[in-house]
T-cell receptor
Framework: AQSVTQLDSQVPVFEEAPVELRCNYS??????LFWYVQYPNQGLQLLLK??????LVESINGFEAEFNKSQTSFHLRKPSVHISDTAEYFC???????????FGSGTKLNVKP | DAGVTQSPTHLIKTRGQQVTLRCSPK?????VSWYQQALGQGPQFIFQ???????QRGNFPDRFSGHQFPNYSSELNVNALLLGDSALYLC?????????????FGAGSRLTVL
């Protein structure tokens, strides 16, 4: 079975500062990688995904993540965060085309004014 | 276009009781997956239904069962509830041949077992 490690359970950061949320996975085969965001009392929303091709993927709200196969990582970054980015972020891995996802334990991003 | 809807949103049960949670997938989706998200944890895969059959199952006991109906909606049943079953139960839908491997999640049903 896959395992996904999110090294930081909480990340406090000031508004307009850069942030990196780390994600590592265990796999020796090809995987699909995702970041989901969860706002309080809501379900998970897809932020961005890596399926194939360019290793750098971007979301519409300024987040980006880079797939690093040699380090089995898929870290999420944003150069300048906003208060509205405060949420919990989950990294997820899927190993096949059948949508069975393995999630990390989540990182709570707290953006302070 | 309605997304994934789940009901009820909150419920409280006592140990030993049984519970049924319901999910309507996003329009056009044919596959439903259920996840359990315990407090402070990431979602864990329970099982997935496609064409009214359980296609994959995670590491959950047989107390957890499900069903998918011809209209693609789904139910999750949990028997003999334990305190440890308290969690947010998330339903996610997808299109099996969509190729994008993207799950659309509902807001969840929060189960509290006393």
């Amino acid at each position: 079975a896959q395992s996904v490690t999110q090294l930081d359970s909480q990340v406090p950061v000031f508004e307009e500062a850069p942030v990196e949320l780390r994600c590592n996975y265990s796999s020796s085969v090809s995987v699909y990688l995702f970041w989901y965001v969860q706002y309080p009392n809501q379900g998970l929303q897809l932020l961005l995904k890596y399926l194939s091709g360019s290793t750098l993927v971007e979301s519409i709200n300024g987040f980006e993540a880079e797939f690093n196969k040699s380090q089995t990582s898929f870290h999420l970054r944003k150069p300048s965060v906003h208060i509205s980015d405060t949420a919990e972020y989950f990294c997820a891995v899927s190993q096949d085309n059948f949508n069975k996802f393995y999630f990390g334990s989540g990182t709570k991003l707290n953006v302070k004014p | 276009d309605a997304g994934v809807t789940q009901s009820p949103t909150h419920l409280i049960k006592t140990r030993g009781q049984q519970v049924t949670l319901r999910c309507s997938p996003k329009s056009g989706h044919d596959t439903v997956s259920w996840y359990q998200q315990a407090l402070g944890q990431g979602p864990q895969f329970i099982f997935q239904y496609y064409e009214e059959e359980e296609r994959q199952r995670g590491n959950f006991p047989d107390r957890f069962s499900g069903h998918q109906f011809p209209n693609y909606s789904s139910e999750l049943n949990v028997n003999a509830l334990l305190l440890g079953d308290s969690a947010l139960y998330l339903c996610a839908s997808s299109l099996v041949w969509g190729g994008a491997n993207v799950l659309t999640f509902g807001a969840g049903s929060r189960l509290t077992v006393l």
